[in-house]
């Protein structure tokens, strides 16, 4: 049924009942004042009626129904994933509008969800398809062998001890890339609680520095505390044992990938930023793209994959980092420059 034939049925039933209202008034007026003929009180009727109904109507099919078929167009148009322009969502605020609105504010919102549902969806399968991937190499290295040393290298000593040991590297890689995919999920699901404490930060990164020190020199790399920040301490309140992390996955990650550059290093810096402390972990490295740097927290991302694949690791470190971070309510930035090198800055509460 048409929205003009509904208007006209309320509309007649509307007049109809004015009219009857109208009968009962008019015969009371009649019998207080007789003078009146019959002849002026049906054409009174008949007028008042017509007059009624064509106001009636019109109000109906103005300010009711055009507004009711603008509602239902629009949550049409946002069915097909269509959006609307400003111009269609302004107008004069009556409750008809304001429902319209809220259709409108509930389509989206619900169109949000369901854009951010397609993303996790995406996601999940990138991370499935990541983590099948990372696990395969190890898995059929193990594999040949183990393979080989059954057809017969066990017995081979030019061999047999070479591959058990290559056998427990891969092994130990898929250890610890376990490991890191429970610390990130413990970490998301809260499982993990955090323990702050007063620490110093600057012993902190002396400690991690003393740790890593010799991998560095493999390399050349000169890696040390920025001047004038080896000296006073600086206290802070974080879980001691996940910034000690923070700070090794992020020196280990740029030992790994600073590249063939002339006397490379890495600096670590503090800011006093009043109620943080501001800590850089700088490197004289080849630096990363732009556009690749949005990616380098994901999981299992490796900037460069040919030469990550020789380097080790479980592709989860900063991803470790990001989340330890999360965690303290704190975030972490990065900025680089190819040929140049790398910054990462986060901030953490002062004691």
Same mark, same amino acid.
């Given at each position: 049924?048409?929205?003009?034939?509904?208007?006209?049925?309320?509309?007649?039933?509307?007049?109809?009942?004015?009219?009857?209202?109208?009968?009962?008034?008019?015969?009371?007026?009649?019998?207080?004042?007789?003078?009146?003929?019959?002849?002026?009180?049906?054409?009174?009727?008949?007028?008042?009626?017509?007059?009624?109904?064509?106001?009636?109507?019109?109000?109906?099919?103005?300010?009711?129904?055009?507004?009711?078929?603008?509602?239902?167009?629009?949550?049409?148009?946002?069915?097909?994933?269509?959006?609307?322009?400003?111009?269609?969502?302004?107008?004069?605020?009556?409750?008809?509008?304001?429902?319209?609105?809220?259709?409108?504010?509930?389509?989206?919102?619900?169109?949000?969800?369901?854009?951010?549902?397609?993303?996790?969806?995406?996601?999940?399968?990138?991370?499935?398809?990541?983590?099948?991937?990372?696990?395969?190499?190890p898995i059929f290295n193990i594999?040949?062998?183990?393979?080989?040393?059954?057809?017969?290298?066990?017995?081979?000593?030019?061999?047999?001890?070479?591959?058990?040991?290559?056998?427990s590297k891969s092994v130990d890689?898929?250890?610890?890339?376990?490991?890191?995919?429970?610390?990130?999920?413990?970490?998301?699901?809260?499982?993990?609680?955090?323990?702050?404490?007063?620490?110093?930060?600057?012993?902190?990164?002396?400690?991690?520095?003393?740790?890593?020190?010799?991998?560095?020199?493999?390399?050349?790399?000169?890696?040390?505390?920025?001047?004038?920040?080896?000296?006073?301490?600086?206290?802070?309140?974080? %879980?001691?044992?996940?910034?000690?992390?923070?700070?090794?996955?992020?020196?280990?990650?740029?030992?790994?990938?600073?590249?063939?550059?002339?006397?490379?290093?890495?600096?670590?810096?503090?800011?006093?930023?009043?109620?943080?402390?501001?800590?850089?972990?700088?490197?004289?490295?080849?630096?990363?793209?732009? %556009?690749?740097?949005?990616?380098?927290?994901?999981?299992?991302?490796?900037?460069?994959?040919?030469?990550?694949?020789?380097?080790?690791?479980?592709?989860?470190?900063?991803?470790?980092?990001?989340?330890?971070?999360?965690?303290?309510?704190?975030?972490?930035?990065?900025?680089?420059?190819?040929?140049?090198?790398?910054?990462?800055?986060?901030?953490?509460?002062?004691?």
């Amino acid at each position: 049924m048409s929205s003009k034939s509904n208007s006209q049925k309320v509309s007649l039933v509307t007049t109809l009942t004015l009219i009857a209202v109208s009968i009962v008034i008019f015969i009371i007026f009649s019998l207080m004042h007789k003078q009146m003929g019959i002849a002026a009180y049906v054409l009174g009727f008949i007028t008042f009626a017509v007059f009624s109904y064509f106001i009636i109507y019109q109000t109906i099919e103005s300010f009711i129904y055009r507004k009711i078929k603008l509602i239902y167009k629009n949550i049409h148009r946002l069915k097909r994933g269509k959006n609307l322009n400003n111009n269609e969502l302004q107008g004069r605020s009556d409750m008809l509008e304001d429902v319209n609105k809220e259709v409108i504010e509930w389509a989206k919102m619900h169109t949000d969800e369901i854009s951010q549902l397609k993303t996790l969806e995406k996601y999940r399968r990138n991370f499935v398809g990541n983590v099948s991937h990372e696990l395969k190499t190890p898995i059929f290295n193990i594999q040949g062998y183990i393979s080989t040393l059954l057809d017969g290298g066990i017995h081979d000593d030019s061999i047999n001890i070479k591959y058990l040991e290559k056998t427990s590297k891969s092994v130990d890689r898929m250890i610890n890339m376990v490991s890191d995919l429970e610390t990130i999920s413990a970490l998301e699901s809260g499982v993990i609680e955090l323990q702050p404490v007063k620490i110093n930060i600057v012993d902190l990164a002396k400690e991690v520095i003393d740790f890593l020190e010799v991998k560095a020199s493999k390399k050349n790399i000169e890696l040390f505390l920025a001047k004038g920040n080896d000296q006073d301490p600086i206290f802070v309140s974080a %879980d001691k044992e996940r910034i000690r992390q923070v700070f090794i996955n992020l020196i280990d990650n740029a030992i790994k990938y600073i590249g063939e550059i002339p006397n490379p290093y890495i600096k670590i810096s503090f800011y006093d930023m009043d109620k943080h402390i501001l800590v850089e972990i700088s490197d004289k490295g080849m630096g990363i793209a732009m %556009d690749k740097i949005p990616f380098i927290f994901d999981r299992f991302y490796r900037v460069d994959k040919a030469r990550s694949s020789d380097q080790g690791g479980t592709g989860l470190g900063l991803a470790i980092v990001k989340h330890i971070l999360e965690a303290h309510k704190q975030t972490i930035n990065v900025r680089s420059s190819i040929g140049i090198g790398t910054t990462f800055s986060f901030t953490i509460n002062k004691a």
